[in-house]
């Protein structure tokens, strides 16, 4: 592969937020958003986002459906030391291998549990499960560790733990060629522009045109947002749209209207 076919692979990727608190609201994802941060900053294109309950067939399937599609799965939660800690489960028998106590982990619970002068109970050593075959994702904040079978990261759902997993991570992936922006500030609502706007997007294909209307209290305005892989494509785009509100200028359309119109 050459050099400029390699900067412009795209590599994408899924997550799944698995615990019963996030969708009863108890809990309030937060490894959603730092994820998608951290993936888009190694041009790393986060296509979807699943939560499902501890429920091992929901797991599986979910697991199954998303590691078939995108070539990165980042998994949070559910693998911790109590009963509804299934995830090392429910991602063995979506692989189809035996759930093991893994050696290497259970020498790192049980020499860290000794330090704390603790008793490694069984159910802390559920935390040394994993498939069979698995590979370590190191955990510098708790121990515990998280896993990577095939295109699957396992990590944990505790918030701290996951953004340290996720930064022994990042490095090991296969990113993509990065996603450049160019803003074009628009003194135009988006009830003028959203027409004309959606002719811009169909006319540049290798672009993603975003548009964020903004209010600072007096005057309604939109800022404009051009994504693009390739330079040349992406200030085409951004040229069509400050084209079309300099035409919107010259048909003196209105605007800003007040906050009282």
């Known amino acids: 592969m050459s050099d400029h076919s390699a900067s412009s692979t795209i590599v994408t990727a899924a997550m799944l937020a698995i615990g019963d608190e996030l969708l009863s609201g108890r809990t309030k994802d937060k490894n959603i958003g730092h994820l998608a941060d951290m993936l888009t900053l190694s041009a790393i294109d986060l296509k979807e986002v699943r939560i499902v309950a501890d ?65 490694f109970t069984p159910a802390r ?5 994993m498939p069979e075959g698995a590979k370590h994702i190191a955990n510098p904040v708790s121990t515990a560790p998280g896993f990577i079978i095939g295109n699957v990261y396992v990590m944990a759902g505790v918030p701290q733990v996951f953004q340290a997993m ?18 074009v500030s628009c003194p135009y609502g988006e009830g003028d522009i959203g027409t004309l706007l959606a002719d811009i997007q169909k006319a540049h294909p290798e672009t993603s045109i975003g ?19 390739d330079a040349e494509a992406m200030d085409a785009a951004a040229e069509a749209v400050s084209e079309m509100i300099a035409g919107l200028d010259r048909k003196g359309i209105s605007a800003n209207p007040t906050a009282d119109a």
């Open 125 to 129: 050593q559920r935390m040394a499960r």
């Open 55 to 119: 429920e091992e067939e929901a797991i599986v399937e979910a697991l199954n459906a998303l590691r078939a599609r995108y070539d990165y799965v980042f998994t949070s939660g559910g693998i911790g030391p109590t009963h509804d800690d299934i995830t090392a489960d429910s991602v063995s028998k979506a692989f189809g291998v035996e759930c093991i106590y893994d050696s290497e982990a259970m020498t790192l619970l049980g020499e860290m549990y000794k330090r704390r002068e603790m008793e």
């Open 166 to 183: 996720v930064d022994n991570v990042l490095p090991t992936l296969r990113s993509g060629a990065k996603m450049l922006s160019r803003a």
């Open 211 to 229: 548009s964020y209307p903004r209010f600072d209290g007096k005057k309604f305005s939109t800022e404009i947002v051009v994504r693009g892989r």
